[in-house]
């Protein structure tokens, strides 16, 4: 870390390589898009190189990095250039029957085990994870794939627990929603 | 004991920011014992309760399938050229200042307008000036060089209104 924030760009190179799949992790589940991901991913960590002089060590680097790949999806994201995404998720959700997992999820009804494949109900969740608002999949995202507590995910998008709760509950309800009705559709 | 059913739609509704919340395990006091109460005699919200442990498994589970050929794209250093972190620190909030800016760009207009009111201003040579004299009738006098001037009387001939004669001196 010391070798990394004085310049060693191959110091910075073993950090690049132990922290990458979880930077990349948030980064697709926030865009929903492979190489759009991995670009993301590429200046997250472009910025972190550039501020490394002024990390100081009072959080983890882990949160550090999260927060900074949170915010350049985020900044991607609100400038509207996931629009094109969004499609994806109509392709992807648009083949769903009534017996496959993303039925099982939306419907009324307890989930059996049929042995539908995860794999598509994954997918259509990623997918539909593309139709919230920029906050409501951030917050979605670090809870339920970063596993962060509501204090964690406040410090990271600075601002307070009870917008964390409220962005999360409403997130839910409208990727439910979502989900329900390309099901019924 | 079962709540009539538009008693128990209106508390589901009341309740679901909470529960939302109870799943993550962050609800805490008298706020996570009512969701106890309700979730023990609300089989709507239970089904509600396991849906959202479901996105949230189904979702991790999606996301850890990514593989080493996912991360190929995601090399250091970059393809583009670095600048050293202790040189070039970034600042997002650079350039979100716009005084420093404004006060260069109003600095650059006065010191152009500055330099062209300083710029000597020099008289072509070939323009005369043209004095009157004080005369019964009007004469005008164009001084030339130190030899030379030309002197306009300007007289009335009667049948004329006025009449222009003009000659070197």
């Known amino acids: ?185 | 004991m079962t709540q009539p059913q538009s008693m128990s739609d209106a508390l589901c509704e009341a309740l679901a920011p909470q529960l939302s919340a109870y799943a993550d395990n962050e609800l805490w006091g008298s706020d996570r014992e009512q969701v106890i109460r309700h979730l023990a005699e609300c089989d709507v919200c239970r089904r509600t309760l396991a849906r959202y442990r479901t996105m949230g498994e189904t979702l991790r589970e999606a996301m850890n399938t990514v593989t080493a050929r996912d991360l190929s794209g995601i090399t250091w250093p970059p393809h583009r050229a670095l600048t050293s972190p202790r040189r070039a620190i970034y600042n997002p909030t650079r350039w979100r200042d716009p005084w420093p800016v404004l006060a260069g760009a109003v600095a650059l207009i006065m010191l152009l307008i500055g330099l062209q009111i300083l710029r000597p201003v020099t008289r072509p040579s070939n323009i005369a000036e043209i004095e009157q004299l004080d005369a019964a009738d009007p004469v005008m006098v164009i001084p030339g060089d130190e030899e030379r001037m030309t002197i306009i009387w300007v007289f009335d001939t009667g049948d004329r209104s006025e009449s222009v004669d003009s000659g070197p001196t």
């Not at chain 1, 991913?41 to 949170?70: N, S």
């Open chain 1, 1 to 185: 870390m010391l070798k990394a924030q004085k310049g060693d760009t191959e110091a910075f190179g073993i950090l690049v390589e132990r922290h990458r799949q979880q930077v990349y992790q948030v980064a697709l589940a926030m865009v929903g898009h492979a190489e759009t991901a991995r670009d993301l991913t590429q200046d997250a960590f472009l910025r972190a190189y550039e501020a490394i002089a002024r990390f100081r060590g009072d959080a983890k680097f882990t949160t550090w990095l999260r927060r900074i790949v949170t915010n350049v999806c985020l900044d991607h994201l609100r400038k509207g250039e996931h629009r094109m995404v969004v499609a994806s998720y109509e392709e992807k959700l648009g083949s769903g029957d009534e017996d496959s997992e993303v039925g099982i999820l939306t419907s009324h009804r307890e989930a059996p085990d049929t042995g539908v494949s995860r794999k598509e109900l994954g997918a259509a969740i990623v997918a539909a994870l593309s139709a919230l608002t920029p906050e409501q999949r951030t917050v979605l995202i670090l809870r339920e794939i970063e596993g962060l507590s509501y204090e964690e995910i406040a410090k990271t998008m600075d601002c307070a627990t009870g917008t964390v709760m409220s962005r999360l509950f409403y997130g839910r309800r409208r990727l439910q929603a979502l989900l329900r009705e390309h099901h019924e559709g």
